[in-house]
């Protein structure tokens, strides 16, 4: 092992640890927020001497501030966590501020000690939940992710129940120290468990900040991620662009009733879950004479049903839609409220604090705790519904992560808004009309979010979760509506359409797509450290190559339900959302220019191939079995502006490093647009080449795994890549007129390609019947396809597919493909073992950079190369 590393580095970096020890500080969190409420009474009359008429206004200033502390620095956290590279020493400082705060409070003796502790352990708890979940999600793999989160989620919800179940019980058995040396052992646990855990893969990755789920102390039913920031600064441009839509987003989302109509349920939930436990311990004291123990037990009365039934009403949600169960539960929860508030009251003789009002209370708090799940989490599935429903109208405005996001931060702060407002409300009411009347309001209250809540929520059963209807398979002519009727009729008019019985009959079985839909494929175990795993992606990946040639990949944050309504989203392994922004405001930027500023980059003037091609300088010149003779060649109608390999992409080279030997003529020399014409556009475009080209050398370790190879078989041939990348802009065209490819039927050259075609469609691909089969854009996925080179390296096995681009939807289409090719000097010949006596090799050994140049100068019209 190495020496450098502290004791015991393996285990202490483990995911077991990672995940047990945050499991024991979110459980600590929970469990110290609990256990005071029941105590509280007991500590300010009988330690503080505070006059009885106050205790209850103190009890909701607390539960107040809580809230109050809770709603503010979860934000501020997050944003000091992004900034440290270590998230365990965050951890650590949180974990002081609730050791010292959890002292405060036990040790108080004036008021403001007691406050002042209950903010240091809000603040502490703020800062836990931020840090673990980021934790959590940085140092668990997507596949034990589900797992980890539910267990830690499960530990939670033990501290929910048993801080408040246990406090009041030993206070009143065991006395006041004895009491607080459980807590003590929780934080001793809980200081062990973050000083030994050691924060893996320390400096390597950045930190994905999700925000406390607020209410988790007392609901602990939600975890919600904060909108993240991007982790890089953007482009000026990207900035505005983005702010703009961000704007629009909300505009759009606030004029839904629906929306209005969730996240007041959220604020309700959450405002009555608080309140009931700043009044019952006040309450049952007055009303009934009890002590900390029964105090105790009501808590545990109205959280374990609550706990017990959460599973089968989201089952029943998912049946028979959010609606229904909704409207029963705030209904039922009326007279529950009313008879909750009868016992003890004056106007009630026959439910005073004898027998028959005991049996009353405790009964229609179990009750209660029964009831709550149907109304718990609501919130949060009607948005999703929403956001599921808006995508399908306006797919750019609603990319489905970042709106699930934002879905969960206006969540967030529902909830957190609800921890404050309800003790606030619930306090002044209780201490002003007395239980009672609060419950009535109470019941009012439940009363208008029945009425709402059937005037606006979704009858329809709950949305599959997003990333489920992504995964779901794109099938020709179901086509999510994206597509506009007069496009699908355009391209059964199109010149090719005729054409394309006489291409499939001429076209080699390995250009043509083998069945009716295009396969997503979750790049989550790309470097998983267990080769099983890999072996299974490249089993699948083998099965896309082989029958279609071109698969989705999904590369940014899927969600995972953990339990029915803890919804996390978590960035993976990809390349983020934002950094697929950036490049497309960089090309509607550079397309953006007056053309006699983009032909400065003019493609003529570079003798590689690099640089500005202006509308229709590109020919359609169709395929090795299919050629367009030179003179029928048609223009595209689009324009792009391609760039090739620099040492700058390549996380494996040095920036100063010279470039590779170029026999081809292909490396370098880039016409970049300067720094005073679009800034920043050079270093979002190298950065952007830098994570596709990362990407691409896993794949290609996939690749090889996926042809029965060693993983490193290509290693030593893509050590100066043949890479190209270029934006694409593809105007659109009148459908009256005579359809005009955007990008004629072609193969592509290198290896493969990575497409991002941001989200106006136009792209498709030739299956064997000979149907254009439509790849249009999907949120949070890119589209890979085999190119020329891999499909003949696998005796074309692998399809290099044909495919083709027609923009006939009214809007601009921008894209970005990078195209990813062993070295130019190396060799491309048949792999052995695709060879057979019936199958011998389909061409002799080439020269990738010959191949590859070969093929660029048939298809710039005028190029001198
Ligand atoms: O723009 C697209 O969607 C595809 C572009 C393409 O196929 C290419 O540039 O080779
Ligand atoms: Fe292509």
């Not at 000083?195 to 320390?202: A, S």
């Not at 009353?360 to 029964?370: E, K, M, P, Q, Y």
């Not at 299919?626 to 324009?639: G, K, R, T």
């Not at 996926?706 to 270029?726: I, Q, Y």
Request: charged letters at 20%.
């Amino acid at each position: 092992m190495d020496d450098t590393k502290p004791w015991g580095y393996r285990w202490r970096s483990s995911r077991l640890l990672v995940v047990s020890s945050i499991t024991v500080a979110l459980f600590a969190e929970t469990f110290l927020y609990g256990f005071l409420t029941p105590i509280l009474s007991y500590m300010l009359e009988e330690r503080l001497h505070i006059d009885p008429s106050r205790t209850q206004t103190y009890t909701t200033a607390l539960l107040t501030v809580h809230g109050f502390i809770g709603l503010v620095s979860a934000p501020i956290v997050a944003h000091l966590a992004e900034k440290t590279p270590s998230q365990k020493t965050p951890l650590l400082i949180a974990l002081a501020g609730c050791f010292v705060g959890t002292l405060m409070i036990a040790l108080a003796s004036s008021l403001w000690v007691l406050f002042l502790g209950r903010i240091l352990q809000s603040m502490a708890g703020a800062a836990t939940w931020v840090v673990g979940f980021a934790l959590l999600a940085n140092n668990v793999d997507k596949k034990h992710l589900g797992q980890s989160m539910g267990m830690a989620m499960s530990f939670v919800t033990a501290g929910m129940v048993g801080g408040p179940t246990v406090s009041g019980a030993l206070l009143q058995l065991f006395g006041y120290w004895t009491a607080w040396a459980l807590p003590l052992v929780v934080l001793v646990l809980d200081i062990i468990a973050r000083l030994v855990m050691i924060e893996p893969g320390l400096g390597s990755k950045k930190i994905d900040t999700l925000s406390k789920p607020a209410g988790a102390s007392v609901l602990g039913n939600d975890g919600i991620p904060e909108e993240s920031t991007a982790l890089l600064p953007d482009t000026p441009s990207t900035v505005e662009h983005k702010q703009d839509l961000k704007q629009e987003y909300y505009r759009v989302m606030f004029s839904d009733p629906r929306v209005l109509t969730a996240l007041a349920n959220v604020v309700v939930v959450s405002s009555l879950m608080s309140g009931i436990n700043n009044t019952l311990p006040v309450h049952l004291r007055q009303a009934f004479g009890w002590k900390s123990l029964l105090i105790s037990m009501m808590f545990f009365c109205l959280q374990v049903p609550n706990i017990v039934l959460s599973g089968p009403s989201g089952w029943l949600r998912d049946r028979i839609g959010i609606r229904g169960p909704t409207v029963f539960g705030w209904l039922a929860m009326i007279p529950l409220l009313l008879l909750l508030g009868i016992p003890g009251d004056s106007h009630f003789p026959w439910a005073g604090g004898d027998a028959a009002g005991k049996s009353i209370f405790t009964s229609s708090l179990l009750a209660l705790g029964s009831i709550l799940p149907l109304v718990r989490g609501v919130g949060a599935v009607q948005l999703a519904y929403v956001v599921k429903d808006m995508e399908a109208k306006d797919a750019h405005l609603f990319e489905a992560n970042r709106s699930n996001l934002r879905v969960f931060s206006m969540t967030e702060v529902g909830y957190s808004l609800g921890m404050m407002f309800g003790p606030m409300l619930t306090g002044s009411l209780f201490e002003g009309v007395g239980f009672f009347y609060m419950t009535v309001a109470l019941a009012i209250t439940c009363l208008i979010q029945a009425v709402i809540s059937w005037r606006w929520l979704d009858t329809l059963p709950s949305p599959e979760a997003p990333e489920a209807s992504y995964n779901r398979r794109f099938v020709v002519g179901e086509d999510n509506g994206i597509y506009p009727a007069r496009y699908k009729a355009a391209v059964s008019r199109s010149p090719s359409a005729a054409s394309v019985k006489t291409m499939t009959e001429k076209t080699e079985s390995s250009q043509l797509a083998d069945c009716s839909h295009i396969p997503i494929i979750d790049l989550l175990t790309l470097d998983s450290p267990n080769f099983d795993e890999r072996q299974k992606l490249a089993r699948s990946i083998y099965d896309a190559c082989t029958q279609v040639g071109f698969f989705y990949i999904k590369v940014d944050s899927s969600n995972h339900t953990i339990e029915p309504e803890i919804l996390i989203l978590l960035q993976n392994h990809g390349i983020p959302e934002d950094k697929i922004d950036g490049i497309h405001s960089s090309a509607k930027r550079l397309f953006g220019l007056p053309e006699e500023q983009k032909m400065k980059l003019y493609i003529g003037n570079s003798p590689k191939f690099r640089g500005y091609s202006p509308l229709g300088g590109e020919k359609s010149t169709g395929t090795d079995d299919d050629p367009v003779a030179e003179e029928d060649a048609v223009s595209a109608l689009s324009e792009a502006f391609d760039i090739g390999y620099e040492t700058a992409m390549d996380s494996q080279k040095l920036k100063d490093d010279p470039l590779p030997r170029d026999p081809y003529g292909l490396y370098g020399d880039n016409q970049w647009p300067g720094q005073d014409i679009l800034p920043n556009f050079t270093e979002t475009y190298i950065e952007y080449c830098a994570m596709m080209l990362g990407l691409c050398r896993k794949l290609m370790r996939i690749f090889a795994l996926a042809l029965g190879l060693p993983e490193e078989h290509f290693d030593s041939m893509t050590r100066d890549p043949g890479v190209t990348s270029r934006m694409m802009h593809y105007p659109p065209q009148p459908v009256k007129e005579e359809v005009r490819e955007g990008l004629g039927a072609h193969t592509d050259f290198e290896c493969f390609t990575i497409l991002s075609q941001g989200s106006v469609p136009g792209l498709q691909v030739l299956s064997h019947s000979g149907e254009w089969i439509l790849a249009p854009p999907l949120p949070g996925t890119l589209v890979v396809n085999i190119a020329d080179c891999l499909s003949i390296w696998t005796n074309k096995k692998f399809k290099s597919t044909i495919h083709r681009v027609t923009n006939l939807t009214g809007q601009e289409r921008y894209s970005v493909p990078f195209f990813f090719g062993v070295d130019y000097d190396a060799t491309v010949s048949v792999l052995p073992n695709h060879i057979s006596d019936e199958r011998p090799a389909c061409k002799e050994p080439f020269k990738a950079g010959e191949w590859v140049r070969e093929k660029l100068s048939k298809a710039y019209v005028g190029y001198e190369g």
